[in-house]
Nanobody, 122 residues
């Protein structure tokens, strides 16, 4: 149901855009979030978009650098990441939660993508 793409290797200060193509879900019924997990660390919420309300939320550590958006025609959610830092290195996952409220708790999400690796070199 989810196909993620866009990860890769980038230098500090660079940019990447992650894509999450979603099928078999009505985006208006879900909140779509990006999470990330670095080696040895817990999975943490990065951003959330509620397509029905066009409402977005961000973790403090990406505020002002990352932007999430939805293209309804393509049923795809994006995460534009600018000014990347080595600390942003992680596997990034998109996830869907039924309902129109955001959550940073991974257990609240019913559907997950396979993850895409983002590596930022110093």
């Amino acid at each position: 149901q989810f196909v993620e793409s866009g990860g890769g290797l980038v230098q500090t200060g660079g940019s990447l855009r992650l894509s999450c193509a979603i099928s078999e879900l009505n985006l208006d019924d879900y909140a779509i979030s990006w999470f990330r997990q670095a080696p040895g660390k817990e999975r943490e919420g990065v951003s959330c978009i509620i397509p029905k309300e066009n409402d977005t939320r961000y973790a403090d550590f990406v505020e002002g650098r990352f932007t999430t958006a939805v293209d309804r025609a393509k049923s795809t959610v994006y995460l534009q990441m600018n000014d990347l830092e080595p600390e942003d290195t992680a596997v990034y996952y998109c996830a869907a939660r039924f309902g129109v409220s955001s959550s940073v708790r991974r257990n609240d999400y019913q559907y997950w993508g396979q993850g895409t690796q983002v590596t930022v070199s110093s």
